[in-house]
């Protein structure tokens, strides 16, 4: 999405691990905070429907995940901070970051009110996370629906865009990051989930997790995909 990125993570050290990795250096993925350990690899594995969209079953190794005293150890690095499919009680609020975001994914339901600049959930995870939520932002991601933003003195809904869609993985993270760059700028919220509509609905014309588009992409496509916006 046009900035630098660095990665913190802990993975298993495996070939498996390192062939994955390496297309995220390729692209421009800092991996200096990812730690390597002699311990079995998460693992997640897609089931890619016809219609594009996915079911995962995960197995995840509890000594790979990120702590909050792990998270601590890098306070006032970060501008922006985003977690993403980690315990809430491994985010950490940092003081001295311009935005601090959280995707709680498959631990939507433990999630208890930590605080966070903005949250993006789906339609189900917001039904049960319901008055628990503690950010600025919530953002509500629908999919073919579009998405709602509320919070912080605005309300907005947003229509999404028609496309071919073939694979849905990745989808989210790629709408996150894009709302991230326009909402840290202090650019409108309209602009923000304008470009993470586009963004997204790129990305699920292509197969893979890793087939992102990039910024200037994503701008030219605006010229010709504009999704609706209603804000209040």
Known sequence: ????????AKVGRTPLVKALMSPLAEEGVGLDYLEELDEEPNVAVIFLRNDGKISMIRRSNPRLMP?????SKLRGIFDVIHFASIPPSSVVYDEGAKLVSYDPG?????????????????QEEYKRLGSRI??????IKKGEEGAE???DGV????ESIKVNAVDTTGAGDVFDAAFNVVYVADRPIEEALRLAIVASGIKVTRLGGISSPRFKE????????????ICR
């Open 155 to 158: 309300e907005c809904r947003a």
């Open 67 to 71: 702590t909050a005293e792990d998270v």
């Open 106 to 122: 498959p631990y939507a339901s433990e999630y208890s009110g930590e605080r966070v600049d903005v949250i993006f959930v789906n």
């Open 1 to 8: 999405m046009g900035h630098s990125s660095k990665v913190y």
């Open 218 to 229: 994503v701008e030219e496509k605006l010229k010709s995909m504009n999704p609706k916006v």
């Open 149 to 151: 933003v509320f919070g």
């Open 134 to 139: 503690n950010s600025k932002l919530t953002v």
